[in-house]
T-cell receptor, first 110, second 116 residues
């Protein structure tokens, strides 16, 4: 079992729709959860982090964490073509080492 | 805030030569810096973790004598690829962490290395 698993994608949504990205993790001791966006040929950009159960909203982005289910998700409302990228879920257990999922490629169609 | 720079952004070198990549945190002091490598269409692979003033911790399978890491200050870390070979051609990305206890990592723009 992979430590961090994401929908393999690709995920395609129409412009203006809600994009839902999912991630599960295996280490129940995981404490910090991150979503990064990576455009093709570029480095990852941190867009959300969440540490407590529940929802965290930042503009069009909402991160949801359920530690009991070992599940974290990212919702993108009013998706725009500029949101088309690969989204990486990352988790830390103890210490500062990030464990990344393989990423989900999102395409938003105009 | 939390800006990380890398230099150079692209480098082409001949097989057998060494290449140094710099990673700087521009507006914060980085308690820890990380070096990753990413091959096309693959996820990030952590190579090593470094803390200022101490030796880097390398991930399993990463040759520490080939990938030399120096973390001389709280704002600068360098990665030197020694005796580079074509298989070392990759996208090298550094990141820096500054919030103790929370561990967000902010990534530099990356360095694309091509070894001919």
């Amino acid at each position: 079992q992979k430590e961090v698993e994401q929908n393999s994608g690709p995920l395609s949504v129409p412009e203006g729709a809600i994009a839902s990205l999912n991630c599960t993790y295996s280490d129940r001791g995981s404490q910090s959860f991150f979503w990064y966006r990576q455009y093709s040929g570029k480095s990852p950009e941190l867009i959300m982090f969440i540490y407590s159960n529940g929802d965290k909203e930042d503009g069009r982005f909402t991160a949801q964490l359920n530690k009991a289910s070992q599940y974290v998700s990212l919702l993108i409302r009013d998706s725009q073509p500029s949101d088309s990228a690969t989204y990486l879920c990352a988790v830390t257990a103890s210490g500062s080492r990030l464990t990344f999922g393989e990423g989900t490629q999102l395409t938003v169609n105009p | 805030g939390a800006v990380v720079s890398q230099h150079p952004s692209r480098v082409i070198c001949k097989s057998g030569t060494s290449v140094k990549i710099e990673c700087r945190s521009l507006d914060f002091q980085a308690t820890t810096m990380f070096w990753y490598r990413q091959f096309p269409k693959q996820s990030l692979m952590l190579m090593a973790t470094s803390n200022e003033g101490s030796k880097a911790t390398y991930e399993q399978g990463v040759e520490k004598d080939k990938f030399l890491i120096n973390h001389a200050s709280l704002t600068l870390s360098t990665l030197t690829v020694t005796s580079a070979h074509p298989e070392d051609s990759s996208f090298y990305i550094c990141s820096a962490s500054y919030r103790m206890g929370y561990y967000e990592q902010y990534f530099g723009p990356g360095t694309r290395l091509t070894v001919t």
